[in-house]
């Protein structure tokens, strides 16, 4: 494009209105007022103790993984599979039939129960086998013809106790 | 001081061509070893050595602090910011190469952020201007090989700059400083070079428009 007077007029305003006279003083004064930059200034060496101390964080557990023998469940590249097979055995239990619930309470003693394991021990006698068990035969031809069949009682003579005779203790 | 004001009946310009071509720069893009040292010993606390590297940058950074507040008092004020935040900041200078362009970047900021202070404190104080308080017109320098223009053209051209969209405006007026190339200017205003380019094509010729509507059209 051709210049003429009036781009040649223009360029001089222009570098006129970003002309700036000497300052002699203005760089003494900066530098007075720059803060202390020395190596033991707190602004100085706090952000490079945080990287450093963030670096050997890093390498630290770095080192530490190396020793890791995969006891504690650590993934690792060959065990890559390990999360679907658990992914699976997850689903498998939760749309199969419902586990069943076992309910576990612990009975302690109380503070104020003075009988001892011996109390126990001594409490009942040994209950013998029995030495002669009774039974009736009953044949097809002995059942009644109507009604209800009714089985005799079952007697054991030699049973010396009930179950009534057992001390509440 | 206005354009109005300006001292000099005759502003004296050279002829021949652009007064600053951005496209070529005064400083070579280069690294310099000198700057490299300065600012290796500028990180470790020397403050000698950062006061040579203010030193050899101070009227560019000036430049650029003006081009954006319009006031030399503001601009130096914008660059002693820069300054502290550039000493504090000097570790994270990734090439020390680059510390021009990195350090013009920061006055650039400081700037913006005084004129953008500046604009708020004069609409709270109902102060009316387009752009703040009117730029300031330092003292002329006439050249001896001249081309000379009136006084009248001189205020007009400076009116019809200020008046122009910041977003022309800073292009136009950091490529007037003579400092930078386009990609430095692009750099600071965080834009392509193309829109660089173009903003300082328009700017020239809306500033031209302008002047042929105030009756100041150079027939070609």
Do not use: C
Request: proline letters at 8%; glycine letters at 6%.
């Amino acid at each position: 494009m051709k210049r003429d007077h009036l781009d040649d007029a223009i360029d001089h305003v222009a570098t006129l209105l970003v002309r700036v006279e000497d300052n002699d003083g203005l760089s003494t004064r900066i530098l007075a007022s720059l803060p202390d930059r020395s190596p033991w200034a707190p602004h100085w060496w706090m952000p490079r103790l945080a990287i450093t101390a963030a670096l050997g964080i890093g390498v630290a557990l770095g080192v530490l993984r190396t020793f890791d023998d995969g006891s504690t469940g650590v993934l690792r590249t060959e065990n890559a599979s390990a999360p679907f097979v658990e992914f699976h055995a997850a689903v498998e239990r939760t749309t199969g039939e419902p586990a069943p619930i076992v309910r576990r309470t612990t009975v302690e003693r109380p503070q104020n129960d003075r009988r001892t394991i011996e109390d126990f021990e001594r409490s009942l006698v040994a209950i013998a086998p029995p030495a002669v068990l009774s039974l009736k035969s009953v044949s097809p031809s002995e059942l009644p013809g109507q009604g209800a069949l009714a089985v005799e009682p079952l007697a054991i003579a030699d049973l010396p106790l009930t179950a009534e005779a057992i001390s509440p203790r | 001081m206005n354009a109005a004001d300006l001292a000099l009946p005759m502003l004296v310009i050279r002829s021949g061509g652009p007064v600053n071509d951005p496209a070529a720069p005064s400083e070579p893009a280069v690294a310099n070893p000198e700057l490299v040292r300065l600012v290796a010993l500028a990180r470790t606390g020397d403050r000698a050595a950062f006061g040579q590297l203010l030193e050899d940058h101070l009227n560019a950074a000036r430049r650029v602090a003006l081009a954006a507040v319009g006031q030399a008092m503001d601009a130096d004020e914008a660059v002693q910011d820069a300054s502290l935040a550039a000493w504090t900041r000097l570790h994270a200078l990734q090439d020390p190469a680059a510390f021009r362009g990195w350090f013009m970047r920061i006055v650039w900021r400081k700037a913006i952020d005084r004129r953008r202070s500046l604009r708020s404190w004069l609409d709270r104080f109902g102060v009316s201007s387009s752009d703040g308080r009117p730029m300031e017109y330092p003292a002329a320098d006439p050249s001896p090989d001249a081309l000379l223009i009136s006084r009248e053209l001189a205020t007009a051209i400076g009116q019809v700059v200020k008046a122009l969209p910041r977003r022309l405006r800073d292009p136009f007026l950091l490529a007037a400083s003579g400092d930078h190339r386009y990609e430095d200017i692009a750099a600071m205003l965080g834009v392509p070079i193309g829109t660089v380019k173009w903003r300082i094509s328009e700017a020239r010729r809306l500033i031209r428009m302008k002047l042929d509507r105030l009756g100041h059209g150079d027939p070609r």
